[in-house]
């Protein structure tokens, strides 16, 4: 299948730095990627969904100033965490759609943000 | 009501036993049915990928779909400890839509 690479796995900050978290298609083009959080044994929670050129589309509830995405290339889509605080400490995972018919995502491995 | 339900376990079982897992969804628009297997830190990996109802099986794993009941199942035969992870079930109405994850199922499977 196809790969999804994320980078940072895990990232460790202070109150009120940002944090950027990279998604790359490694074997394909990814016109759409998406971006999730997820809390300890609670589901994935969708945030946005970014398509190559153009601004992310964000679910009900989170706040577009606060995690920026930027996906400027068919290969690589960027999480920022602005102002980062302690709620904001969660697992983020994206995901991406290589556009054929059978619409499947990949999963990147995940990056494990902890806001001190 | 959550759009997709699924028991989030614990659930034990020792190696060789059959598992079986379960969904429940309130949207009879869904079509695309998956599961996905998550390890510890970990991204979901695809597991099983079914269009409409029926089954599908792969190697030790089959899954089922039963849109008039809106119950979707994963069985796992022979299970290992390797099998230990926790399992997602995810559905979406069309191929472009937004994929939707009920909570996870953690299974532990005990040599």
């Known amino acids: 299948g196809a790969v999804v690479s994320q980078h940072p796995s895990r990232v460790i900050c202070k109150s009120g730095t940002s944090v950027k978290i990279e998604c790359r298609s490694l074997d394909f083009q990814a016109t759409t990627m998406f971006w999730y959080r997820q809390f300890p044994k609670q589901s994935l929670m969708l945030m946005a969904t970014s398509n190559e050129g153009s601004k992310a589309t964000y679910e009900q509830g989170v706040e577009k100033d606060k995690f920026l995405i930027n996906h400027a290339s068919l290969t690589l889509s960027t999480l920022t965490v602005t102002s980062a605080h302690p709620e904001d400490s969660s697992f983020y995972i994206c995901?991406?759609?290589?556009?054929?018919?059978?619409?499947?995502?990949?999963f990147g491995e995940g990056s494990r943000l902890t806001v001190l | 009501q959550k759009e997709v339900e699924q028991d989030p376990g614990p659930l034990s079982v020792p190696e060789g036993a059959i598992v079986s897992l379960n969904c429940t969804y309130s949207?009879?628009?869904?079509?695309?049915f998956m599961w996905y297997r998550q390890y510890s830190r970990k991204g979901p990996e695809l597991l099983m990928y079914?269009?409409?109802?029926g089954n599908k099986e792969d190697g030790r794993f089959t899954a089922q779909v039963d849109k008039s009941s809106k119950y979707i199942s994963l069985f796992i035969r022979d299970s290992q400890p390797s099998d230990s992870a926790t399992y997602l079930c995810a559905m979406k109405v069309n191929q472009g839509g937004k994929l939707i994850f009920g909570q996870g199922t953690e299974l532990s499977v005990k040599p």
């Open positions: 949207n009879s628009a869904f079509q695309y």
């Open positions: 995901s991406a759609t290589d556009g054929k018919n059978t619409g499947e995502l990949f």
């Open positions: 079914t269009y409409s109802s």
